[in-house]
């Protein structure tokens, strides 16, 4: 039976609020296949991000399932989620998040080092990556000495050290001005393209979300086709 | 104004910056900590010395012996008590075991209200005649000699006449002391002045004991001169002085140690003064950008810290001072736990505070944490207005 | 691997402005360390050396004591040296005495020695820690080897007579006093001031005889391996003298022994007190650096590291410091203390331009010790310390889960 890459069923989230309990979504459904890209729009506090960490493990549904290639993300322990999110997610953050302390050649090795590869050859990919995106002559530059739309380039070749399944990107040109914005926006598809992923993206930009396959509408906690 | 603003700020933190506010009692206290230790140690060591000393002084030698004839009178200001006593040595002995001691003959009034606590007695009226030769001994010499009071012991003394053979002398103890200091009460033994120059060969060695006002210990030579009116006289000291000697050089190794001690400190004090400069990084570039000194906020910082090292040095003086009038209880108490090395020093002593040397260390903590947070306060010179723009 | 390079950039790396925390902690690790070794390698060899001469003069190794007839002395002596460890035995015996010198009539009290003659044909500790002033050391029934501190309390030399009273079984009283004349042979001179000040020395027999002790004593030194372990010869002793009662040097002096065993730990709590401020140093530092990467740890969450990463990370970090500092301290404390002779020469030279004085302490001849044990256990110690204040300081906050920090975002 074909499973998809990644499918919510039913999924409830609630988040503790002070006495009470936030319902952020109801009853959420959506299904993921294997190298198309689905853009969630919505409104700032609906939810895109919490669906997002659901997608990627970071937080465990209320009610519901989140299966990614049929596995249920919510029985699994902190071991397995942590191999889920090294060898099959790529996020990319609105704010990059980069290591301070490492160039940013090694803020791409990071990932493939803690799946256990050789630092040669995770050597050769990062710089492969680098080059891809443009920044081979920023190699041992610290993220301080990049600018915004740099940072942003190097988590997008972190996301894809490891060959994974899924790239999730949350607001992934959110923090970036008009002109980074488009050669972001632009890096980000032909690259999950190239590699032959898919791609979940949370984005306020339009012209980004009909970018891809298929557009959603998070209202009302739930999720509605554009 | 703008000095005092800004040290008032990191010196009160609000109430919300909970952090700030146990980070500042946090190096207060460890401060004190520091001090804690140092300033028991010197009282520990001064103390004992002091009693030592004052032991010594009191109960053997006196701060001067005067060797005047019999009749020698003394009257000066400077003088407590001038007791004639004379000394000698022997072997006491019991059915069990035998132990060289120092005789000492006094006469009556020798055990003034100072001597009578020193030696713990119960009554000055001791040394009543009996049957046989009265002698005071202490009672670690009583417990080694498997002997009590009211027993009999003899004593060997060296014989008058050449030639002629040692006869044992018999005594009575008829009282007992205890110094609570070992060295002193293994060897010394009380007798009256008459028994001790009928005994002693030659009478003994007869001299003036004389103790000094407290104004007067510090003038020695000044007093022993004038009162000795040509005769010869020795200091206590002269008497003393490996264990003199010894003292000293224990001081000046512990006082090592406590430098030492103090450079580590030294080390807390740069760090605290780091993790605050480290804290105001963005605050400290936006006085740069809004016109502040650089010898303004070097300032500020510098008596910050300094003032908190100052008030963790003052608590842990006075914490440290409050201390050391426990340590003697408490170390007569770790004695009775039958720890055998203890015997070696007094436990019982009065506390000394040595505010000279207090203030030493505290001037030492002061230099050596002025000098570790200059270092840090380079730091701030590297801040750049321009690290405002920027976020950590 | 890749913690360890977290580790090692969170704690070094030059562009971390947190840098400075780490070296100053590594920095104040070292001065500790290195104070530590310094004065515990000129604590071990003071130490050492007094216990070495009280070992050597006073009190032998092992005393075994037997009460047996004068014929068994030899058999007694032939079963203690052929017992394992034991390289030599005398017998002796101490009897408090009083010494007069007629020519004067200064006197004094001391402790007369009569031991083995044997003691001074052969090399021993005792023969070697004694140093002959003056004369030849006694052999004959009437002949005693003075101290030089005695000989100047008496004013004699050698060769003039003395008058020794001591106690002897009286015919009447349990004891009773007798005064010998004895010859001075040698004046000898030791380290060990209190032997010195109090100690005759004889080998005469027949003042043995005329003491008339029911116990002998004998004063058996080990072979070097030995000295330190000598529970299993008193145990081999004890099964071939089995009525003898045997005490150990530790024993003999046990108050004196006590008291430098307690001089030691006092010394040892007070440079403790150094490294528990560098532990507290290490806590707040490593639970403000765990702060401000709060968000770099998150993200290594999200790419898969598991969730003890951040504690490994920071303990990595702890461990790299300390070691550092403490090997850096070794090696300060090495260069010290093998140049300690020429410090204190100048530090003395230094306080003698404001006191005009030498200082004695700064003057002594010291020789250090240095025990590598000792300071292995230290560093272990320390470590573990490091190790667990920087636990404490960050067990707190590593109890949030960082990838909290995402999941609002």
Redesign the interface.
């Known amino acids: 039976m074909h499973e998809p890459l990644l499918r919510f069923e039913n999924v409830v989230k609630k988040?503790p609020s002070g006495t009470q309990e936030l319902l952020i979504l109801e009853n959420l459904n959506l299904t993921l296949e294997s190298r198309r890209s689905i853009a969630i729009v919505g409104k700032s506090g609906s939810g895109k991000?919490?669906l997002l960490?659901l997608a990627?493990g970071?937080?465990k549904p209320t009610a519901g399932r989140v299966l990614f290639q049929g596995k249920d993300l919510g029985k699994m322990h902190?071991?397995e989620l942590?191999?889920?999110?090294?060898?099959h997610v790529g996020?990319v953050?609105?704010s990059h998040?980069?290591?301070?302390?490492?160039s940013a050649l090694?803020n791409i090795c990071?990932?493939a080092?803690?799946?256990g590869g050789r630092?040669k050859e995770v050597k050769k990919r990062a710089l492969e990556l680098l080059e891809r995106v443009g920044l081979a002559d920023r190699v041992d530059h610290?993220p301080?000495k990049l600018s915004g739309g740099e940072r942003q380039r190097v988590a997008l070749c972190?996301a894809l050290i490891n060959q994974c399944d899924l790239i999730i990107a949350?607001e992934p040109t959110g923090s970036l001005d008009e002109g980074s914005k488009g050669e972001i926006e632009d890096l980000l598809l032909q690259l999950v393209v190239e590699a032959e992923k898919s791609l979940l993206l949370v984005t306020h930009e339009k012209s980004l979300a009909l970018r891809c396959d298929t557009v959603y509408q998070l209202e009302n906690r739930g999720l509605t086709l554009v | 104004m703008f000095r005092t603003w800004l040290s008032q700020h990191l010196l009160l933190p609000p109430k919300d910056l909970v952090y700030s506010r146990r980070r500042l009692v946090r190096s207060v206290f460890l401060i004190a900590l520091v001090m804690i230790p140092l300033v028991l140690a010197l009282i520990f060591m001064d103390g004992m010395m002091q009693g030592i000393t004052d032991k010594y002084i009191l109960l053997q030698d006196g701060h001067l012996q005067l060797y005047t004839p019999e009749d020698f009178a003394i009257d000066d200001a400077a003088i407590f008590s001038a007791d004639r006593v004379v000394n000698g040595y022997g072997i006491i002995y019991s059915k069990e075991q035998s132990s060289e001691v120092k005789l000492k003959g006094v006469k009556t009034g020798y055990f003034n209200p100072k001597r009578e606590a020193e030696l713990n007695l119960e009554t000055t009226d001791v040394l009543q005649r009996s049957s046989v030769t009265p002698i005071m001994v202490s009672e670690t010499l009583a417990k080694m000699l498997n002997v009590e009071k009211g027993d009999r012991v003899a004593f060997i003394l060296i014989p008058e006449e050449e030639g002629r053979g040692a006869r044992p002398l018999l005594a009575q103890i008829t009282d007992t002391y205890n110094t609570n200091y070992y060295e002193l009460d293994s060897a010394l033994v009380y007798l009256d002045y008459a028994d001790a120059q009928k005994y002693l060969p030659s009478g003994g060695k007869s001299y003036l004991e004389v103790l000094l006002t407290a104004k007067a210990t510090n003038q020695l030579s000044t007093v022993a001169q004038r009162v000795a009116q040509g005769y010869s006289w020795a200091s206590w000291d002269q008497f003393n002085q490996t264990v003199y000697h010894n003292f000293v050089s224990s001081r000046q190794v512990i006082f090592l140690v406590f430098l030492l001690i103090l450079l580590v400190a030294g080390v807390y004090v740069a760090s605290l003064s780091n993790e605050l400069i480290q804290d105001s990084y963005q605050s400290i570039a936006l006085y740069k950008a809004l016109g502040a000194q650089q010898k303004d906020l070097s300032c500020v910082f510098y008596s910050v810290v300094m003032l908190i090292t100052l008030t963790g040095l003052v608590l842990g003086l006075l914490l440290g001072i409050l201390l050391g009038y426990l340590l003697s209880p408490f170390l007569l108490w770790l004695s009775k736990s039958g720890l055998e090395g203890l015997r070696y020093y007094l436990l019982d002593f009065n506390v000394v505070i040595a505010w000279r040397d207090l203030l030493f260390i505290g001037a030492s903590m002061v230099i050596i944490a002025s000098i570790t947070v200059g270092f840090t306060l380079a730091r701030i010179k590297k801040i750049s207005p321009l690290e405002v723009l920027q976020q950590d | 691997m890749v913690i360890s390079k977290i580790a090692y950039r969170y704690a070094f790396s030059k562009g971390n402005r947190h840098r400075s925390a780490s070296l100053v902690i590594m920095v104040g690790l070292a001065i500790g360390m290195a104070a530590l070794i310094t004065l515990l390698a000129l604590m071990n060899n003071l130490q050492h050396d007094l216990l070495e001469q009280v070992k050597s003069i006073e009190s032998f190794h092992l005393q075994l004591s037997v009460a047996s007839e004068e014929g068994e002395l030899e058999a007694i002596k032939g079963a203690i040296k052929a017992t394992a460890g034991v390289e030599s035995t005398f017998a002796f015996v101490n009897t408090q005495v009083m010494v007069a010198n007629p020519s004067n009539q200064n006197s004094s009290t001391g402790r007369l020695r009569v031991v083995d003659p044997a003691i001074w044909e052969s090399a021993n500790p005792f023969s070697d820690h004694l140093f002959l002033i003056a004369g030849n050391y006694p052999e004959g029934a009437e002949e005693i080897a003075l101290s030089n501190a005695m000989a100047q309390s008496l004013k004699c030399r050698v060769g003039e007579e003395l008058n020794v009273t001591l106690l002897v079984p009286g015919r009447t009283a349990p004891l009773a006093p007798a005064t010998l004349k004895f010859r001075v042979s040698a004046i000898y001179s030791t380290s060990l001031r209190e032997f010195d000040e109090s100690t005759l020395l004889t080998s005469s027999e027949q003042l043995l005889k005329r003491l008339g002790l029911k116990r002998t004593t004998f004063g058996i030194f080990l072979k070097e391996g030995s000295v330190d372990k000598s529970h299993n010869v008193i145990t081999e002793l004890t099964k071939r003298v089995p009525e003898a009662t045997i005490m150990s040097w530790q024993q003999l002096n046990s108050a004196f022994y006590s008291a430098l065993t307690l001089e030691k730990i006092m010394m040892y709590l007070f440079l403790s007190f150094m490294f528990f401020i560098l532990g507290v140093n290490m806590k707040s530092a490593s639970s403000r650096l765990l702060f401000i990467k709060q968000r770099e740890l998150a993200i290594l969450r999200a790419i898969g590291a598991p969730r003890e990463t951040s504690l490994k990370i920071f303990l990595m970090q702890s461990l790299l410091i300390t070691l550092l500092g403490l090997l850096l301290g070794i090696l300060f404390g090495w260069l010290i203390t093998s140049n300690i002779g020429g410090l204190f020469a100048f530090f003395d030279s230094l306080q003698y331009l404001f006191t005009h004085h030498h200082s004695p302490l700064l003057s002594y001849p010291f020789v250090v010790q240095l025990k590598g044990t000792e300071i292995a256990i230290v560093a272990i110690v320390v470590l573990i310390l490091t190790q667990l204040f920087t636990y404490f300081g960050i067990r707190v906050a590593l109890k949030r889960e960082p990838l909290e920090l995402l999941y609002h975002a």
Do not use: H, M, V, W
């Not at chain 1, 942590?82 to 060898?87: A, G, K, L, Q, T």
């Not at chain 1, 998040?97 to 490492?102: R, Y």
């Open positions: 988040y991000s919490t960490n990627g970071l937080a902190d071991r942590s191999y889920y999110r090294n060898r996020f953050f609105q998040i980069l290591l301070e302390d490492f090694e990071i990932p080092l803690i799946k630092l610290r301080q972190r949350d």
